[in-house]
């Protein structure tokens, strides 16, 4: 198969292939997951009235270097009381499986590491799989908050696996495939997120929770777990868990761009050539990375009750609901609209449905405002000095 | 032989969880020790003293114009409500006659430092909430121009001193009026932000409402002061009943919630920053504009005649009171402070029995504690 370097380049020894493929892959990775974090720092900084790093090269573009510089030269700390198997272990069943998705991901129409037929289910079983490392992280750490934390990952990816799992099935019956080059072919003329918004829309909620970034960063909330998993982790290591989490993030965004907004194919066809093909995938990720960016900066965390009450009690009835009415317009052989009409349906219910099935907030309560009238004469009012000054934008 | 039975009903243990000193979330060096049952807490016990350096005993070595550094030091978030404190205590053992214009530049500057210590408790409870420093780069500039007046003014960014007994140390800047309107603009700005962040977010709304609500009758039981108790439903405000300095010239509203939870505690703060702008300006209209800053005939040597006093004033956090006891001389014979946050502490465990650890946090955080002011 092809290797990641220009399609010219042919190797036909398979395996060699596969192995060359993700030793490239594996660098190419590493240093996008590096320039993610420096957008990620512009973007949030940009959002809260600051500039992100400036000092180190044009933009603070060096930054992700000088710190990558950093944490490898951090001393190698471990717990004297940490379980030294689970301990190292941890890191490597966070991180294998990040990078493994990539194996089956079709960045252009003749780009990628392997084909495989079923791929979906491949990326889904294996981005499945770090929550075994969240709980070694959390057992092996010898500390409680990295416990807790390591709890609550496991509860926490288990609990938003099924949702999403279940929006995709309902995706895969309305192409009838399981593979995603197929998935991106099926839509030549019509992304999946106008047929299947609601799907769309369980998807994008649980990939957050998935990647645990804010509102859904219960495992590691800075303010009550401190950290959570990672608490004990420095240096190389501690990068490595960031490291996954960023690369988890590619593989969530891409895994979106490509089942529901036509990843390469959707609007321009299979024939433009892999260069524009290549920008196409990247953009319609980066619309996915933007999102998780922005409710980074903007929303408060959730408890870990109302995480699961919002998994159980709204995501996955509505991923069934998605799935039985796809089987009913499949069954019934109703018009492509239909699935459009039954999602939509959906999508009002989602935005709906919270207010009854979860707690939701009172907003504008009211205060009781006590008046405190003045008693006492006031000093005769202050000539001129005060009264002339006058101030842009005092009146507001 | 007899095999050993393995009892194999299934143990749960609740698991003591320290939380502090060194926590992102405890405001400063307090330590409090939950024991989890799985994430519910079900007992809180806290430990303070870690700040701990003998203020009360070490102002009692001092002359009373040396105390006021000390109130500096003790109340950090609100350096003049605390000089203020003082201060009166002083005053009116001395039953000294403080003129008008040096009475409105306190109101003024207090006010201010009660925007300035609301803006540091809007950015920390969002980060206690869990929003990723947006609420802190919202909050901060705005307060940031607050404290640059202040450092305009006393010379210094936190250790103001700029509270003497008998007036003011010295004359405030010539263009204190308009410098005071400019900042007032951008802490409306800085209210618009915060508002528009958090009030109305649903998972803010939903993380804050009904958590660690306190009735008016636990509210007063425990001793709770300033928004902590207005936010219970309980209208205390010593500003409007037991108006001190010039507080009885002054036309405006006390927020008072309905809930006692974390959320009221939050209107309650945001309602007050508005409340503390409208005081402001009309300190600013009534201030005269030229007199005396401090008292007549104001010995170089402070002396008091023998006699006890407690005088207390509405700090952001709520009533801050200095208890005063001078036999005569140049120094306090006992001085004692109340301090709302050690207060408002008090209540901690009862609110935070039964709610998530993640509560816990923002109990914590809506308290808006200092802890210097609480070990002092």
């Not at chain 1, 990628?112 to 969240?134: C, K, T, W």
Request: aromatic share 12%.
């Amino acid at each position: 198969m092809m290797l990641l370097a220009a399609p010219a380049i042919n190797i036909d020894n398979a395996f060699l292939s596969g192995i060359l493929g993700l030793i490239a892959f594996t660098l190419v990775m590493t240093v996008g997951v590096m320039y993610a974090t420096w957008y990620e720092r512009k973007i949030v900084a940009r959002m809260q009235y600051r500039l992100g790093p400036t000092r180190t090269g044009p933009f603070g573009l060096l930054q992700p270097i000088a710190d990558t510089f950093k944490l490898l030269t951090k001393e190698d700390l471990r717990p004297a009381t940490a379980d030294f198997i689970a301990f190292e272990a941890a890191v490597f069943a966070i991180f294998i499986p990040a990078l493994m998705v990539f194996v089956a991901v079709p960045f252009t129409a003749d780009w990628y590491i392997s084909a495989i037929p079923m791929s979906l289910l491949y990326i889904l079983a294996v981005s499945g799989l770090s929550f075994i490392g969240f709980l070694l992280a959390g057992w092996g750490s010898d500390n409680k908050y990295a416990l807790l934390g390591g709890m609550r990952a496991a509860a926490q990816l288990i609990s938003y696996e099924i949702p999403m799992i279940l929006a995709l099935v309902a995706v895969v019956m309305v192409t009838s495939t399981l593979d995603v080059y197929q998935m991106i072919l099926y839509q030549d003329t019509v992304p999946l997120i106008v047929w299947q918004p609601l799907a769309f829309g369980i998807f994008l909620i649980a990939s957050v929770a998935e990647v645990e970034r804010p509102p859904f960063d219960i495992p590691t909330g800075e303010s009550e777990v401190a950290g959570g998993v990672f608490i004990e982790y420095s240096g190389i290591r501690w990068s490595m868990f960031q490291l996954s989490s960023y690369v988890n993030m590619y593989a969530f965004a891409l895994l979106g761009a490509f089942v529901f907004l036509g990843g390469w194919e959707w609007p321009f066809g299979t024939d433009i050539g892999w260069g524009y093909q290549l920008l196409l995938t990247m953009v319609k990720m980066s619309f996915f990375i933007f999102f998780y960016l922005l409710i980074r900066a903007t929303v408060p965390r959730l408890r870990v009750d109302q995480l699961m009450s919002y998994a159980w009690k709204v995501l996955i009835p509505l991923s069934l609901y998605q799935i039985v009415t796809n089987g009913f317009v499949i069954v019934y052989d109703l018009p492509d609209v239909a699935f459009l009409l039954f999602s939509g349906l959906g999508v009002a219910a989602l935005v709906y449905s919270a207010a009854f099935i979860v707690k939701r907030g009172e907003p504008r309560r009211p205060l009781t405002m006590v008046p405190v009238r003045a008693t006492a004469k006031a000093a005769p009012p202050a000539p001129a000095v005060a009264a002339d000054v006058v101030v842009e934008g005092a009146a507001t | 032989m007899v095999t050993e039975q393995h009892d194999r009903s299934l143990e749960v243990v609740d698991i003591p969880i320290n939380m502090g000193p060194q926590h992102p979330s405890t405001h400063g060096v307090f330590r409090m020790v939950l024991v989890l049952d799985g994430e519910v807490c079900k007992d809180v016990i806290p430990h303070i003293g870690y700040m701990h350096r003998g203020g009360e005993k070490l102002m009692e070595a001092m002359d009373f114009r040396q105390g006021i550094g000390y109130c500096d030091r003790t109340e950090y978030l609100a350096q003049f409500s605390a000089e203020l404190g003082y201060v009166m205590a002083v005053e009116r053992l001395m039953e000294l006659e403080i003129p008008d214009r040096a009475e409105y530049i306190r109101v003024i500057l207090t006010e201010l430092n009660r925007l300035s210590s609301h803006f540091m408790f809007m950015g920390a409870f969002g980060i206690d909430a869990g929003v990723f420093a947006t609420s802190f780069t919202y909050a901060f500039p705005q307060r940031e121009y607050i404290q640059e007046l202040f450092e305009e003014v006393t010379g210094d960014r936190l250790m103001y001193a700029y509270f003497r007994v008998g007036g003011l140390a010295w004359e405030v800047t010539d263009n204190f009026v308009q410098r005071v309107h400019e900042v007032l603009v951008h802490t409306r700005q800085g209210l618009r932000d915060l508002d528009e962040l958090l009030t109305k977010n649903e998972i803010f709304m939903v993380r804050c409402q009904g958590i660690g609500a306190f009735t008016a009758d636990q509210a007063i039981a425990y001793g709770l002061s300033g928004p902590m108790l207005r936010a219970s439903g309980v209208p205390w405000d010593l500003r409007k009943d037991d108006p001190y300095s010039v507080y009885d010239r002054f036309t405006f509203e006390i927020p008072v919630g309905n809930h006692g939870d974390v959320y009221d505690r939050y209107l309650v703060r945001l309602e007050e920053m508005r409340q503390s702008v409208n005081i402001i300006e009309q300190a600013l209209e009534q201030l005269p504009a030229e007199g005396p800053i401090v008292a007549e005939k104001l010995p170089r040597r402070l002396r008091t005649p023998p006699g006890e006093v407690y005088s207390k004033v509405e700090a952001p956090r709520g009533e801050w009171g200095v208890y005063l006891v001078s036999k005569g001389g140049d120094k306090p014979y006992r001085l004692k402070m109340r301090s709302p946050s050690f207060c408002n502490l008090s209540a901690l465990r009862e609110m935070c029995i039964g709610q998530f650890m993640a509560d816990a946090v923002m109990i914590l955080g809506s308290m808006d504690i200092v802890l210097c002011d609480v070990d002092r």
